[in-house]
């Protein structure tokens, strides 16, 4: 698997929390400013735009939907005893292992010996590592802080429909995402490779890192890099290192034209970056059952909006629209941190060595099936 430079700031619980300091509102950049006696003023490039360039991090232990029935915030009390949860989980993960101990039950239910509740995070861990485990937690970067605007804790990314959950599947997309299902199934038997996932294949990000709208994994390699031009934006995604080209001031290609992550044209709305993304690619809609993408059709369309709100700091926000999927647009919003490391490669391998070896049990697979008929 891949690894990065930002998953070794887990060696202090130090770093890490101060990396994360990222999520600083522009409230408080601005008072740490007044503080040092000047304001403080968005950077710029050569042509007078607003400089989005950097290394950035959208990690975080906001779930991306509302859970149960929160309210769109969360109280000082609530935030700090998730952030104190994940910490000691990390502490807990990193503890060295006795070689000595017997496992007691799945490897995968491991963060269940940490008292208290699980958290919307640790829960997808648990069910990532099934009854064979999930990765060390050495290789885990989820992030340690919540969500947080003008210094209020957020319960979630998506802030509209008020509910903060996505808004209900239309009759067809449902029948859409049956038939998905169903092809998805049947190219269970590995046939070949091109029944395999994107992700099995390592062509494309898994989740949604790279979107977009680009969303946190709640794994690891949650993090960006963005170059910028005077006429160019390029976005690069460590997870399986995808790019993301946006064109300014140009108009959409045709609609034939379906590249990986959609055909991506921008803007500046004043200070804020505005990116358009339509036309994405049909393997992506058809196989991805990520959030932002299920049950999608080729009318998706994905409003981006990126304001440099601090020093450390942007403000990203998004909305889906997909009249053929749901019957309202959705919108969401989070802060991208700015981190100081390098991104290393993500040295995707599941394609070139666990792909052969899924190719290879299936036709065995098939040949015991027929052993049996005669």
């Given amino acids: 698997m891949g690894t990065s430079d930002s998953q070794h700031r887990r060696l202090t619980l130090a770093i890490a929390m101060a990396l994360s300091l990222g999520f600083s509102t522009y409230a408080s950049a601005q008072a740490t400013a007044k503080a040092q006696g000047k304001a403080w003023t968005v950077p710029r490039t050569a042509d007078g735009k607003p400089d989005l360039q950097g290394n950035w991090t959208n990690e975080t232990q906001t779930p991306f939907e509302r859970m149960g029935n929160q309210g ?197 709305e004043g200070d804020t970056l505005v990116v358009e993304t339509m036309y994405i690619n049909p393997r992506q809609l058809a196989s991805s059952s990520m959030s932002p993408f299920r049950a999608s059709s080729e009318q998706l369309k994905v409003t981006e909006r990126f304001t440099r709100i601090g020093p450390d700091v942007l403000r990203y926000k998004f909305t889906v629209e997909d009249p053929a999927t749901i019957a309202v647009s959705y919108s969401g919003e989070l802060p991208f941190s700015r981190i100081n490391e390098n991104i290393y490669e993500y040295a995707c391998h599941e394609g070139n060595y666990a792909l052969p070896a899924m190719l290879a049990g299936a036709r065995e697979e098939e040949r015991v099936k027929a052993q049996q008929k005669k």
Avoid at 113 to 141: C, H, K
Avoid at 163 to 173: E, M, S, V
Avoid at 248 to 257: E, F, I, N, T
Wanted: charge should be negative.
């Fill in 72 to 268: 769109p915030t969360l109280t000082d009390a609530q935030a700090a005893a998730l952030e104190k949860r994940a910490a000691d989980v990390e502490e807990f993960r990193d503890r060295p292992t006795d070689p000595n101990e017997k496992a007691t039950g799945p490897v995968g239910n491991e963060l269940a010996s940490v008292p208290g509740e699980p958290t919307f995070v640790e829960r997808i861990a648990q069910a990532a590592g099934g009854n064979v485990g999930g990765y060390n937690g050495f290789w885990l970067d989820p992030g340690h802080r919540v969500i947080r605007f003008d210094g209020v804790a957020r319960s979630s990314i998506v802030i509209d429909p008020p509910n903060g959950r996505l808004p209900p599947l239309t009759d067809a997309a449902r029948q859409r995402m049956t038939e998905r299902g169903a092809q998805s199934r049947r190219g269970a038997a590995l046939d070949g490779p091109e029944a395999a996932t994107l992700s099995d294949r390592c062509l494309s990000s898994f989740g949604s890192n790279a979107g977009p709208p680009m969303l946190p994994n709640y794994f690891y390699n949650n993090n960006y890099t963005i170059v910028q031009s005077k006429d160019h934006i390029m976005i690069m995604t460590e997870m399986v290192h995808d790019a993301r080209i946006v064109r300014l001031g140009a108009k959409h290609a045709p609609s034939q034209v379906r590249p990986w992550y959609g055909d991506s044209i921008g803007h500046w």
